[in-house]
């Protein structure tokens, strides 16, 4: 080199040559190495010097190769070559270029095998890529910072209902898509997720959008996620990735279940049945709305449980629901069971549960499914229901009783007639005397009993017209007392609880006989023990088929020896007693209950064995009031 070429500051060449990390080496005409640079020499020489040695002898390995053909060509045309080749010796890839000069070969040549394998690898990535790319069921759109799409695979063009090539080079927020978001809202471009990653350059995750798709003319479920997309030292996104799958069929299905799921918890409450599923497995247990709607409680603060379930379930039942269940473990379904919960508020309800065993496709039991219906009130009417049947017959009972009691009472009245009358009639004229007279006088009064009982039955039967007027109850109670105490042993307390009552249209006189009746059957009951008899009297409302109606309630409730089960369903039946033959007839209770039906009203009692007895009137109070109300405030 001249000096004339030489630049201020930068170094000699012959520095430039012992410093670079090419090698260099200068070959003579002869082919021998003339020079080699310090690369070259740790390259090439393998400790022995090679200065002096002929290239093709010093290095076999070049006969053959391009680096061969390329150095001969070069001396050859007298003009530099190129070569880049793998050379075998050495197990690595080189380029080398040759310039040739009068004197001889200089050859600058480099190990580039590492760029070679980068290359191979970056070449394989890149194929990998590729097939991916190409082959992905979800849609990948490469958009660049202008908002430009790059590239777009064919599962997005198929997702977009737009070829490849429509979308390449365009940009992304275009009007065609129509986008809206989950409301139904149209979208507008800058909250596109590709729009978001860019801006703030975070990765989007998950967000749901429709598209209309021209190619299917229909609008299109979208879930998408935006990868910003970074080139090293630079923070600004160059660009932004979106993942995209049809979530249409998915959404559908899904709307489906919730619809259907919907609907059946519409069905459960509509019929009051609630479900409940046990997997035996995980003892997993999982209840309708329904369920938790019956038990009375709230699904956002309670999981369901075996031990959940038993503390709303009655005390006394509790053991049978244990049963069933453990038994359910054991593959044993009962038959339907009726059981009762207790609710927070206090609530009783009866539920029917019907269970079904959850098989796995061998056979083997894996859960159970139950429902449970609340029949509280399917219940409740039954009874009402058998309760009312049996005060059907009973009265039924009695009217024909009482048909035929009145039937015999009729003629027996008449064949008395003539007794009590001759005997009378005889017994004022000039009657004979001493035994003959007591003959008659037995006659006489035997026949007055007969007619006696006679009436009563008639009473019972209703074939006598009560006379009916306005009727305070308190003082037909208070005007009995007297007469009451004065029959009554002194061991027998009378305790009267009267409270003003409104007046009631009734026959004063079968009234008092009803009081009569109900005093005498207490202190038969009562004997010649100490004990006492209360007579209460109270303005209540009667619940009937109406409502509530005011109504009179008297009631006599006695401490003596109170009924038996039998005795008390039997007491209302005509010539029903207990009684020793000449004590009681069993006409009396017979006689208060046509009273009390004649008069509109009802009529209950509350016995037990030596518990005593309650007697129990109620007698409607719904028409206007004549008289004013004694006690009364005015
Ligand atoms: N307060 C009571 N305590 C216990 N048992 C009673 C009471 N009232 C009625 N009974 C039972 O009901 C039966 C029927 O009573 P009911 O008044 O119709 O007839 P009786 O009292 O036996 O006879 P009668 O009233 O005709 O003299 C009685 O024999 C008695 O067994
Ligand atoms: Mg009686």
Redesign the pocket.
């Known amino acids: 080199m001249s000096a004339t070429n030489e630049v201020p500051g930068c170094l000699d060449p012959d520095t430039i040559l012992e410093v670079t990390s090419d090698c260099v080496i200068f070959i003579d005409r002869g082919w021998r190495f003339r020079y080699l640079n310090p690369k070259a020499v740790e390259q090439l020489s393998e400790g022995c010097d090679l200065l002096g040695a002929n290239l093709w002898e010093a290095l076999p390995g070049l006969a053959g190769t391009e680096f061969e053909a390329a150095y001969r060509r070069a001396i050859a045309d007298g003009a530099p070559t190129h070569a880049e080749a793998f050379y075998a010796p050495l197990n690595a890839w080189f380029v080398a270029n040759a310039y040739p000069s009068r004197d001889g070969l200089t050859i600058f040549f480099r190990d580039t095998t590492h760029v070679k394998l980068h290359e191979a690898a970056l070449g394989a990535s890149e194929e990998r890529f590729r097939t991916l790319f190409e082959t992905l069921t979800e849609g990948v759109l490469f958009i660049n910072r202008d908002g430009v799409i790059t590239d777009a695979n064919p599962a997005a063009a198929e997702l977009l209902g737009v070829s490849r090539e429509a979308m390449h080079g365009h940009l992304y927020y275009s009007p065609r898509w129509q986008i809206e978001d989950k409301a139904g809202e149209v979208l507008p471009p800058e909250q596109y997720l590709s729009t978001v990653a860019l801006r703030t350059g975070q990765v989007e995750r998950g967000r749901v959008i429709s598209i209309f798709n021209r190619k299917l003319g229909e609008r299109r479920w979208l879930r998408g996620d935006a990868i910003p997309q970074f080139r090293s030292g630079d923070p600004s996104p160059t660009g932004v990735c979106i993942l995209f799958s049809d979530i249409t069929e998915h959404r559908r299905a899904e709307t489906e279940l919730r619809a259907s799921q919907a609907h059946l918890a519409r069905a459960q409450r509509v019929a009051a049945v609630g479900s409940a599923e046990v997997d035996f497995g995980t003892d997993r247990w999982k209840w309708s709305d329904e369920t938790y709607r019956i038990y009375g409680l709230d699904k956002a603060t309670t999981t369901p449980s075996f031990d959940l379930l038993l503390s709303v379930v009655h005390e006394d039942d509790r053991e049978r629901i244990r049963s069933a269940i453990t038994q359910v473990r054991y593959g044993v379904v009962s038959k339907p069971i009726e059981y009762r919960i207790v609710r927070a508020d206090g609530q009783v309800r009866v539920l029917r549960r019907e269970a079904e065993l959850i098989r796995d496709p061998a056979g083997a039991v894996t859960g159970v499914i139950a429902t449970k219906r609340d029949v509280t009130e399917l219940r409740a009417a039954e009874r009402e229901r058998a309760e009312l049947q049996a005060q059907l017959l009973h009265a039924q009972r009695l009217e024909a009783l009482g048909t035929l009691a009145g039937g015999i009472a009729h003629d027996l009245n008449n064949t008395l007639v003539p007794i009590v009358a001759l005997s009378s009639f005889l017994l004022k004229g000039e009657a004979p005397e001493g035994r003959e007279r007591e003959c008659l006088e037995l006659i006489q009064k035997s026949g007055a009993r007969g007619r006696d009982l006679v009436k009563r039955i008639l009473t019972f039967a209703r074939r006598t017209e009560p006379e009916r007027g306005w009727v305070d109850m308190v003082s037909v109670v208070r005007g009995a007392l007297p007469l009451l105490r004065s029959t009554l042993p002194s061991t027998i307390t009378i305790r009267e609880q009267l409270a003003p009552v409104p007046p009631i249209m009734a026959d004063q006189g079968q009234l008092g006989q009803v009081l009569m009746?109900?005093v005498?059957?207490?202190a038969?009951?009562i004997g010649d023990r100490i004990g006492a008899i209360v007579i209460e009297l109270a303005a209540e409302a009667e619940p009937t088929h109406r409502g509530n109606e005011p109504a009179v309630r008297l009631s006599?409730i006695?401490s003596?020896?109170?009924?038996c089960e039998e005795?008390r369903l039997?007491?209302?039946?005509?010539f029903?007693?207990?009684?020793a033959v000449n004590?009681?007839?069993?006409?009396?209770?017979?006689?208060?209950h046509g009273i009390v039906t004649s008069h509109g009203g009802s009529i209950s009692?509350d016995?037990r064995p030596d518990r005593?007895?309650r007697?129990d009137i109620h007698l409607p109070a719904n028409g206007t009031n004549p008289i004013s109300d004694e006690g009364e405030t005015p």
């Open positions: 009746n109900l005498k059957n207490a038969d009951a006599v006695d003596g020896c109170g009924m005795t039997r007491a209302f039946e005509p029903f007693t207990t009684k004590e009681g007839t069993g006409l009396g209770l017979s006689v208060v009692v016995s005593g007895t007697f």
